[in-house]
């Protein structure tokens, strides 16, 4: 069921104004009508299902207390934010979610006026709040500053680098901890587990229902005393505020994040303080609907799915990240040494076969890629190989503990970057396109990317034989050629690239998954009589330079082909080395341009890029005239 299903209430707000207008006692029946249209729209486009099903009730409190544009609301992450552009004008273009052109599925500045801060990765609204609230007082401003962050986002290092500072920022600003216990998979750690044992206990249940009873008794007088009765009955049951009010936060919850009157009550009554606040709300992920309730982390973000059942359809070929988990935990059988860590996505890494075949030498560490790549280090200083998997985009987060850690005390920690390239649908907070970039300079470091499946667990073997420092991987999203591994991995020589097919007029370099495209571009050049050769150069770093130098001094023009930003990619690497040894063969460099690259389907993007066979063989083809060009001036 899309945006054109006629729904009573919702046909009637296309602004946070006409929400206003709306009697209270119908915001119960409004919640409803969302949660259908999420449902039925994101079956057929995909998206953060669960995390939204869970904020109906807040999103309509906010927008119901708060006025935005000129008040600031900003979401953790933002995945959770659909309803957040439902209510502010873009209910019409929600069937456009995720694909080109459309909306994208996170917030963003360009998108909406009422999108004050964009976001993708996790644990940086309390930061970027905190600097808005502080511009504010600066200014003399009177906007209100929320930061709504789910109990996963707490256990990123930066959300409590925020709370350090509030108390002597400023005093007029509102967190709002929205606590479902998920992250994708459950939420790990001693944080979730101490807001696990505030959910669970019986004075909870207790209060919210005296909570409950008072909102109704009072109707919504006297908001401060209800404040107050929340305040008091929660020290009751564990003085979980302790560690938020130490960080000069006044704690208001756990109340509950479904309760409309509730909400709004309490936010009506935080609004008139004159002090830093955290209320925190229990929610439940998914709710509204079954099979999302029961698979929390499934139906966290996804594809389609059947809006009655909830089912999906699977993948034919495994994806990358699923042949790592199974590859790598094979390994581990043999080798006692081999540890898997992941930063919060165990799932989307593939690890979850590793985690319970091998439970003690699998780490969730939380939203925290900083320190699991500094707690790699550690283990590896121990004797343990430890593999970091974790996507490329969130690598970077983890860029100075790989330069001051790892590489500079030359620890055996391998790097596994999974989702590096294009993302797709997930847009450029999610794309993987700088992770050559930011690996290539540091020294010491090697890296590959394999141009199949087969070539993946011989690299996975080869990094788990490799007891000389840093190692890293990168792979793409989803399955690439289908080619199996084979039984028995293959140990690979290091800077050595393989040589694909033969050709004298032009040398095609295509890194992993870019290596089938220029087997095509290698294809279209041989119809207009080019001669083309294809090395998959495996090795980004140490590149093969006797490789790279036969074939440039022996073809006219080259080309390098990769799923990564032109600048600073593999096709820059190799613009250096020839530089470097005085070769002045032509270059065509096929990689994403130097801009953020938006969201929307692969081939959409590879089309609009120039990231094509065809359009590769045209820039050759261009290149060559060129160089024939100067031949002839020069004879
Ligand atoms: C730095 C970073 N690492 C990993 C992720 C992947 N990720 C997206 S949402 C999410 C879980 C968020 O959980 P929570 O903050 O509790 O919000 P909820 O989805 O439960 O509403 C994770 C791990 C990310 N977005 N950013």
Redesign the pocket.
């Known amino acids: 069921m899309s945006s054109d299903h006629p729904r009573h209430l919702l046909d009637a707000i296309d602004s946070p104004a006409d929400l206003k207008k709306l009697p209270e006692s119908d915001l119960p029946a409004l919640a409803q009508e969302i949660r259908e249209e999420l449902i039925g729209t994101l079956a057929e486009t995909g998206g953060h299902l669960g995390?939204n099903l869970?904020v109906v009730e807040l999103s309509i409190a906010l927008h119901r207390v708060f006025e935005t544009p000129t008040d600031k609301i900003l979401f953790?992450?933002s995945?959770?934010g659909y309803i957040h552009k439902i209510l502010t004008g873009r209910r019409k273009q929600l069937g456009s979610m995720r694909q080109h052109g459309g909306l994208n599925g996170f917030l963003l500045r360009t998108e909406s006026e009422h999108d004050c801060y964009g976001a993708?990765?996790?644990?940086t609204a309390l930061s970027a709040a905190l600097g808005m609230a502080a511009a504010r007082d600066m200014n003399g401003g009177a906007e209100h500053v929320v930061a709504v962050?789910?109990?996963?986002?707490f256990t990123c290092g930066v959300s409590y680098e925020a709370l350090n500072n509030v108390s002597e920022t400023t005093k007029r600003f509102i967190v709002v901890l929205?606590d479902?216990q998920?992250?994708?998979a459950r939420?790990t750690g001693a944080i979730a587990e101490h807001l696990n044992r505030i959910a669970t206990s019986p004075a909870y249940a207790h209060l919210h229902d005296q909570a409950a009873k008072f909102v109704e008794w009072i109707g919504g007088k006297s908001a401060r005393q209800l404040a107050h009765k929340i305040k008091s009955g929660v020290k009751q049951i564990i003085g979980p505020s302790v560690i938020f009010e130490n960080l000069g936060l006044r704690y208001f919850g756990p109340i509950d994040g479904h309760d409309i009157p509730l909400l709004i009550r309490t936010f009506e009554f935080l609004k008139t303080l004159n002090e830093p606040v955290l209320l925190h709300i229990m929610t439940k992920?998914g709710k509204g609907f079954g099979p999302a309730i029961e698979k929390p982390d499934k139906f966290?973000g996804l594809g389609k799915y059947q809006p009655d059942t909830g089912e999906t359809q699977t993948a034919p070929t495994p994806t990358y990240s699923e042949i790592f988990g199974k590859t790598l935990s094979g390994f581990a059988d043999h080798n006692r040494k081999i540890v898997a860590i992941t930063?919060?996505?165990p799932n989307g890494t593939g690890l979850v076969q590793f985690a319970s075949r091998h439970p003690d030498r699998f780490y969730d560490v939380g939203?925290a890629?900083e320190h699991a790549a500094l707690f790699a280090a550690g283990m590896a200083t121990k004797g343990m190989k430890p593999f970091l998997a974790i996507y490329s985009t969130?690598m970077q987060?983890a860029f100075d503990m790989i330069v001051h850690d790892i590489a500079l005390q030359n620890l055996n920690v391998a790097l596994c970057m999974d989702r590096a390239g294009l993302s797709g649908d997930d847009g450029p907070t999610h794309h993987g396109l700088f992770d050559i970039a930011y690996l290539r300079s540091i020294p010491g470091v090697i890296a590959m990317q394999p141009k199949d499946e087969e070539e993946f667990a011989d690299m996975l073997w080869t990094m788990a034989n490799h007891h000389e420092g840093p190692i890293a991987i990168r792979y793409p999203r989803g399955a690439g050629t289908g080619a199996v591994p084979r039984p028995t991995p293959k140990l690979l020589e290091i800077g050595k690239a393989e040589v694909l097919r033969h050709g004298t007029d032009v040398a095609l370099f295509g890194l992993g998954n870019f290596c089938e495209v220029a087997m095509e571009t290698a294809d279209l050049l041989e119809k207009r009589g080019i001669k083309a050769a294809v090395i998959n150069p495996r090795w980004i770093k140490p590149l093969d330079a006797g490789t790279l130098e036969f074939f440039a001094r022996g073809s006219r023009v080259l080309c390098t082909l990769e799923d990564h930003a032109v600048s600073g990619g593999f096709g820059a690497a190799v613009a250096e080395h020839l530089s470097d040894a005085g070769i002045t063969t032509p270059l065509v460099r096929v990689g994403w341009p130097d801009q953020f690259i938006e969201h929307g389907s692969v081939p959409i993007l590879r089309e609009k890029y120039g990231m094509t066979a065809q359009a590769a063989a045209e820039r050759i083809v261009q290149s060559l005239k060129l160089v024939n060009r100067k031949t002839k001036a020069l004879l």
């Not at 993708?120 to 644990?123: D, I, N």
């Not at 962050?149 to 986002?153: M, S, V």
């Open positions: 995390p869970g953790d992450v995945h959770q993708g990765h996790a644990g962050a789910g109990d996963a986002a929205n479902n998920w992250s994708i939420n992920k966290h930063a919060a996505m939203i890629e969130f987060r």
